[in-house]
């Protein structure tokens, strides 16, 4: 407002015929000078000092010559001779102003029904005047009513179908769903703990959210055993896990010694000694099952740290054999957990990890996965035919609506504990939070089943040939495929149908936890097709 009123005054000023205007003096001829007029009502030179009767004085004096003596060259004097005297800028800029705005304002001035108590009324304020020159109006706005649509008002309460995460109070609000909720045995949390946007995350904020989930976890799920794994978002910058050669400040020390602070009430000291050197452990869970939860960061082609060495880092693979083999020995059954899936991983690693899945197909009852985001799974066939299936990875849907998804959650039956058990995976249900009813006004909460895999798709058991016999039965029942595709994407599915190519993609990649095996089995299957698939499903 400053700004605007000087710029206006400075206008104004250059009207001013100093020499003759106001009551006369006694004794002299003519008015007295303007000057002497402001300073008699009050006025320190200058334009923020400007009192009310002074700015009167001033504008009458404006109005009464430019309505008289509306000359040019006479005007541009007077108005550079006030803008100095009031000292509203230096002599040259008055002079250049005048000369630039001397026409246009002049003839403004005459043709406006602006007067000096509506000007200073916005110069002084309105204890001075009324600052209203120009009466109320409107324009013609169409008959036809607006369409529908109100303004988006932002984030949902409890999360948004976008590229957003969750708010923390909605993670709790699932913790504390799960703690009111029928007895649980153990919990695997594979990974992903900080949220997406990666462009402005520090190592003191993956930290935080490290330790603010696993309290939050312990807080609501105690007494309730939680065996974690290493997703890739809590590096900082995200993806990047050198191996252990690599020391000092650039290892993954201070992250991983950090994991072993923060989870130390859930892992026994052997799995803390592993996890503190390359983010893996195993750790016996009861007679008879053992659990390995593996650092899939050293799989990953976006793992940039890889580009040094991308043979077995940290040594992980053999270390895995070893640790099967001697499973194998003691009849003991093998839970693996991780946050990659296989089918994610470089061709060379997946291969590897592939082989050791058949190799070890009697002594691994499962495997845990996540990353994707997705509600999914992976096969595993023999090695020699390609059509046997030995093993299936179960790819569990994720807690974060990224991306335009509902929060979600896998709850596993497991065979139990008796002499001889499988421990193999009996059944699945799969949990959402609705959005669209979480955020109606006045509504509540409400986490409820989306489906249980056996009763969704009509199987006997879910041991991996009953999955290998789902496949085959997708790709000849398009109505059973598209209910997979709506229960793939936690009950919110894009706007676009997976048809032909799409489907034929995502079938093929469900059917090989390695990649380089897919045109075998499935070898009409243009290969840009899965590539095209397998990058819409790297969503982390």
Known sequence: MAGAARLLLLALAWLVPLARLGPARPGAWGPAPLGEQLAAAGAQLGWRNLSCSACRVLFSAIDLGVQMQPNEARIERLAVSVCTELRLARREICQDAVRLFEKDVVSAWVRSVLRPAEICGLLVGARCGHWDILS????????????????????????????????????????????????????????????????????????????????????????????????????????????????????????????????????????????????????????????????????????FWLLINATDPAGQLQWLVGVLQAAEGQQEKVHIIGHIPPAHCLRSWSWNYYRIVNRFEGTIAAQFFGHTHVDEFEMFYDEETLSRPVSVAFVAPSVTTYINLNPGYRVYQLDGDYPGSSHMVLDHETFILNLTEANAPGAEPRWQRLYRARQAYGLPSVFPADWDGLLRRFQADERLFQHFWFLFHKGHPPREPCREACKAALLCALRSADPSLCRALRPRLPFAHVQALWRQRRLC
């Open 136 to 303: 109320d109006w409107n324009v013609t706005l169409p008959g036809t009513p607006k369409p529908p649509g109100p303004p988006h008002a932002g984030a949902g309460y409890w999360g948004e179908y976008s590229k957003c995460d969750l708010p923390l109070h909605t993670i709790e609000n699932l913790l504390q769903h799960l703690a009111r909720g029928p007895p649980f045995q153990l919990a695997y949390w594979t990974g992903d703990l900080p949220a997406h946007d990666v462009w402005q995350q520090s190592r003191a904020d993956q930290l935080r959210a490290l330790r603010t989930l696993s309290t939050l976890l312990r807080k609501h799920l105690a007494p309730l055993p939680v065996y974690p794994a290493v997703g890739n978002h809590e590096a900082a910058p995200v993806n990047g896990f050198p191996p252990p050669y690599v020391h000092g400040n650039q290892s993954s020390a201070w992250l991983y010694g950090a994991m072993a602070e923060a989870w130390e009430g859930w892992l026994p000291p052997e799995a803390l000694e592993t996890l503190r050197v390359g983010g893996f452990y195993t750790l016996r869970l009861r007679p008879g099952l053992r659990l390995v939860s593996l650092n899939m960061n050293f799989c990953s082609e976006a793992n």
